[in-house]
């Protein structure tokens, strides 16, 4: 990194001044070993151990010197200065404790950042090889989840958190309640189910669009005509080609009965 700053220093970078990328992927070689321990039988202490204690006792050897020169510097310079306060002096000690303590803050400063790096590496990476198996089993979990699901159901999981403001096209637009409607009937039709169940789907469309969509799709001569629909509506025009009819009124089956227009005109004329 150092070589490739000072070369910044002087000049532009190009592709060329950058490093290649290693033939030999360490991180994927890790993760081969982690995967091959059985998490559920052993500690996780004795895997991080097995697979990091050779670095962390590397990194606490490369401490040791800067301890000492931590803890010798205030005792050289306390020497130096008894030295120099005394009367009887010796000017080859005062000269050792001098050059003592210059040592000792080379060293420091030397095998300071060093000790960082090589600290902040190993619990790096100690921290990172846990979260790696967990995050890549959560994963393989949901993929198999997704697997198992319908079309239908993996729309939903994918955007049932997200409420309102569905993003759809090309830049992404917050959908109107007609939209909404529009697509979550389109992922229902996906479903190859014997029964529909659709709860007032054309309320929320215009005239228009709701007359193509019975015709096209829950008419009997459409999409879904080989399959039970039970369709909830106030709109009596779609009433005229149903099975059966059931009047609803305050939560309870009013009326149960075949066709009747006469029937449905009486009754849509009381509720209103």
Same mark, same amino acid.
């Not at 002087?10 to 592709?15: A, D, E, H, I, M």
């Not at 003592?100 to 950042?113: D, E, G, N, P």
């Not at 699901?149 to 007609?178: R, T």
């Not at 169940?197 to 969509?213: F, G």
């Given at each position: ?135 890549? &089993? ?111 009124? &305050? ?22």
């Amino acid at each position: 990194m150092k070589p490739t700053l000072y070369v910044g220093y002087k000049r532009q970078l190009t592709v060329n001044d950058l490093d290649d990328i290693p033939h030999v992927d360490k991180e994927l070689i890790l993760f081969d070993r982690l995967s091959s321990y059985d998490w559920s039988s052993t500690t996780t202490l004795n895997i991080v151990w097995k697979e990091f204690g050779k670095d962390y006792i590397f990194a606490s050897l490369f401490l040791i010197p800067y301890f000492i020169t931590c803890i010798a510097q205030p005792l050289l310079f306390r020497q130096t200065l008894l030295n120099v306060m005394n009367e009887y002096r010796s000017h080859t000690i005062s000269y050792v404790y001098a050059i003592l303590l210059f040592v000792s803050i080379i060293l420091q400063a030397l095998t300071h950042r060093q000790n960082i790096f090589r600290a902040a590496r190993v619990a790096i990476r100690i921290l990172n090889a846990p979260t790696m198996i967990i995050y890549t &089993h959560a994963l393989s979990l949901k993929l198999a989840s997704l697997a198992e699901m319908d079309p239908d159901q993996v729309m939903n999981f994918g955007f049932e958190s997200i409420g309102d403001f569905i993003m759809i096209g090309e830049n992404g637009i917050i959908l109107s309640s007609g939209q909404k409607a529009r697509v979550s009937f389109a992922c229902t039709l996906h479903a190859n189910v014997a029964i529909y169940l659709l709860d007032d789907p054309l309320s929320v469309v215009d005239h228009r669009v709701a007359q193509q969509i019975y015709e096209r799709c829950i008419g009997p001569c459409e999409l879904l005509k080989n399959k039970t629909r039970l369709l909830t509506t106030h709109q009596a025009q779609f009433l005229s080609e149903s099975n059966q009819i059931i009047f609803l009124s &305050h939560g309870h089956i009013d009326k149960q009965s075949c066709l009747n227009e006469n029937n449905i005109r009486e009754k849509l004329c009381k509720q209103s």
